[in-house]
């Protein structure tokens, strides 16, 4: 009997000139090609995932500060999943095995449940479609709460895109958001909103232009989307190559990274459309409306996203 890889059971889909891969721990999209090119930073099947990469990301995408909330009244403790910054990270359906309920050549849906645990006591099911088209990927992403109480929901992609050939210093990325979520040098602790014109080299890519050595780990909001009602954010390389990731109005928040790891790293950019912003759950400590939402008994929610190929 073949022992499963350790990012779980793999998933291949193919339509046209798309290839994908989706790894069940997770929910994971682990490989995205286009004609054989990369548009996503992938990793091997039989490996650990690296910093959540293309996982999907929920209750909450992003930070709850300090692993701390109050919700309906009640104060909640999270394991604090990153220990070097006290906080926790990225949801916790990142490492769950989501199993397939339907699949075919160019789709397939997972779905897993969380279960009511510390910091986190309720039932939430979680179902996920991959669907490759000749336009590229699409996720969406479904909760629904099995509980008989209110629950706060938030939900995101991790995929760190790849513009083709070159240093990501040349590479341009276009990502129509006129505000800047400020967090803190150390912890990245959220300290306000401020148009990204106050630092534009570091923040405002608005037109599209060459990153250069700004570093990013942030979020960016009042996103300004199309005449369809998609926000697009685009990524290429010096020949116009490249890489584009869409979503709906479901998506008020974007995190962009520029992936700069101590000692190396800076060869991808991650672009994580997020329903709400980070520490969303503490929506009382914040000027602005955070995204979080409340997910009634019985009730759903959905997002969608997508990547597609720039010829």
Not at 187 to 208: E, K, M, Q, S, Y
Not at 227 to 245: F, H, Y
Request: with cysteine; proline share 7%.
């Amino acid at each position: 009997m073949a022992r499963t890889p350790q990012s779980g059971t793999q998933h291949a889909l193919r339509a046209g000139d798309y290839e994908a891969v989706i790894a069940s721990v997770g929910a994971t999209l682990r490989s995205l090609t286009f004609g054989g090119r990369d548009l996503i930073l992938p990793f091997d099947a039989d490996q650990v995932r690296p910093h959540h990469r293309g996982a999907t990301l929920a209750p909450w995408p992003n930070r709850i500060v300090d692993g701390r909330y109050t919700f309906a009244g009640t104060h909640h403790q999270l394991p604090l999943t990153e220990p070097a910054r006290g906080h926790a990270m990225h949801g916790l359906v990142s490492w769950l095995e989501f199993v397939p309920v339907d699949k075919g050549a160019s789709h397939v849906t997972l779905e897993g449940v969380i279960e009511p645990q510390t910091g986190y006591p309720w039932r939430v099911t979680v179902r996920t479609t991959f669907a490759l088209t000749s336009l590229g990927i699409t996720q969406s992403v479904t909760a629904v709460n099995d509980s008989a109480e209110p629950a706060p929901w938030g939900a995101a992609a991790h995929p760190y895109l790849l513009a083709g050939s070159g240093r990501l210093d040349d590479w341009t990325l276009e990502v129509p958001a006129a505000q800047v979520l400020q967090v803190t040098d150390d912890r990245l602790v959220p300290a306000g909103l401020a148009p990204v014109d106050t630092d534009p080299t570091r923040f405002d890519f608005r037109i599209a232009r060459p990153i250069g050595h700004a570093r990013i780990d942030h979020a960016f909001t009042a996103l300004t989307a199309d005449d369809d009602g998609a926000v697009i954010a685009r990524l290429t390389d010096a020949t116009g190559s490249g890489v584009e990731m869409q979503w709906d109005a479901a998506c008020g928040w974007v995190q962009v990274y520029t992936f700069d790891q101590p000692g190396g790293g800076r060869d991808a950019v991650a672009v994580e459309p997020m329903t709400c912003a980070p520490d969303a759950f503490n929506v009382d400590r914040y000027p602005y409306d955070t995204g979080m939402i409340t997910l009634h008994p019985g009730e759903s929610s959905t997002a969608h996203w997508r990547i597609g190929a720039l010829a």
